[in-house]
């Protein structure tokens, strides 16, 4: 078969009509007119013009065939796919896509920390000597910047808590008295005035230490403070007490002339002893000598000192030699011996003396409590003895027998009259050591 013929075949058995059918046709009308086409072309098939030709020609037969059997094939898929949608072409539209709607979470709110406020100037100075005075180390260093220059006993930040431990050794304590900012800065500029009190300035009040701070702050932080100060509240007086009346002065203090303190636990110990007996002397000195006022500067309260004890101090003429003290309980309780002589001493003897003997409780930087005996005296009990029986009239209308005399001026007058030391002295007492 020539190639014409195969192609006259193959449009022979086109399914598609050539021209446009009058009427859409059904899928079963389209298939019946398939199958009888295909009948056509297979009797056509068999109908041979001429003799088979060699193998070359029945194979390029054999494919032209198929060639058409896909075109075929093709034709028909396309045919029915163009039925199916309806006679329409063009391309498909597709199906419409559903879209799951995005839930949105509900915002989450996140909380917002606000800067720390800004710290003024003038509140970070008071608040630094405020700590000070509360020994608090760690709200002093919160308000100083790491890298802070010191002109101070303290050199650094490190040297904060030790201060603070010496200083509670003696019970210092802070008073702000005044803060005023004089530069806005930075750095800004504030200086404090403060006022303190301690066991040592209670016990030198006209030396109370006193004095100011300069302090350079930059966004609330103190980059440099200085320390100047007026008085030195008791120091140089104390330093004199512990090196003459102990052996612990090169432990406590640094160097020789006793102008820096150790900071170490075992100074602060000492501190803390001998600074509550320089108090306790000083407070009892006075409290012997009729230095009412001055006594009770140094008390917790005017109860500690007995009201009349200067008057009944002043009517025998007491003069205090000598006194020591030595602690009880180191810090807090002390006992003062005085060496004294009075008016009846001197008559009596000159070489005759006599002890008082008091203890004092020391806390908080005060003389909280005190009493005071006289020590055993063997020659002023006769006297008294004396006294009791045979004693001058005024003696008894006074009711100065079995110690009321003690309380009572005119009964002290009586004891240290000359006539009345004189006639018990024509009877020949034992004088002991004195009479030898």
Request: hydrophobic letters at 40%; proline letters at 8%; glycine letters at 8%.
């Amino acid at each position: 078969m020539s190639a014409p013929d195969v192609l006259d075949r193959i449009a022979a058995a086109n399914p598609v009509p050539a021209g446009p059918p009058p009427q859409a046709w059904s899928a079963a009308v389209l298939l019946d007119e398939i199958d009888e086409r295909r009948g056509t072309m297979t009797k056509l098939e068999t109908v041979q013009s001429a003799p088979p030709e060699g193998p070359r020609r029945a194979w390029r037969s054999r494919l032209a065939v198929a060639v058409g059997a896909f075109a075929l094939v093709f034709a028909v898929v396309g045919l029915v796919a163009l039925v199916a949608s309806g006679g329409t072409s063009g391309p498909a539209t597709p199906a419409p896509t559903t879209v799951a709607p995005t839930t949105i979470a509900p915002a989450t709110s996140v909380p917002v920390t606000p800067p720390p406020p800004a710290v003024d100037p003038v509140e970070a100075g008071r608040a630094f000597i405020e700590a000070m005075d509360a020994s608090d180390a760690a709200a002093a260093a919160a308000l100083l910047d790491p890298n802070a220059v010191f002109d101070d006993l303290a050199g650094s930040v490190d040297d904060l808590g030790p201060v603070f431990d010496w200083q509670t050794s003696f019970d210092l304590r802070w008073t702000v008295r005044s803060c005023e900012q004089s530069a806005i800065g930075p750095p800004a500029l504030v200086t404090c005035e403060y006022d303190t009190q301690s066991l040592l300035g209670r016990a030198v009040p006209s030396d109370a230490l006193a004095g100011s701070y300069d302090f350079e702050i930059v966004d609330g932080l103190i980059t440099k403070l200085t320390h100047d100060f007026r008085g030195l509240g008791g120091w140089d007086e104390f330093a004199q007490f512990v090196r003459s009346d102990s052996d612990d002065f090169d432990v406590m203090y640094t160097d020789a002339t006793g102008r820096f303190a150790t900071l170490t636990p075992e100074s602060n110990a000492l501190w803390r002893e001998h600074s509550a007996r320089f108090l306790a002397e000083r407070f009892y000195l006075r409290y012997t000598n009729g230095d009412t006022d001055g006594a009770r500067s140094m008390a917790l309260s005017s109860g500690v000192v007995p009201a009349g004890f200067a008057a009944i101090i002043d009517a025998f003429g007491v003069t205090i030699l000598d006194i020591a003290c030595t602690s009880i309980t180191p810090g807090t309780l002390v006992e003062c011996r005085t060496t004294q002589v009075d008016d009846f001493t001197r008559k009596v003897s000159p070489a005759y003396t006599y002890s008082n003997v008091g203890r004092i409780s020391v806390g908080g930087g005060v003389v909280r409590d005190a009493d005071s005996r006289l020590d055993d005296d063997p020659i002023f009990d006769r006297y008294a003895v004396w006294l009791d029986e045979t004693g001058p009239g005024r003696w008894f209308e006074l009711g100065c027998t079995d110690g009321g005399w003690f309380f009572s001026t005119a009964c002290v007058e009586i004891m240290v009259a000359p006539d009345t030391v004189d006639a018990w002295l024509a009877t020949g007492p034992d004088l002991g050591e004195l009479g030898a």
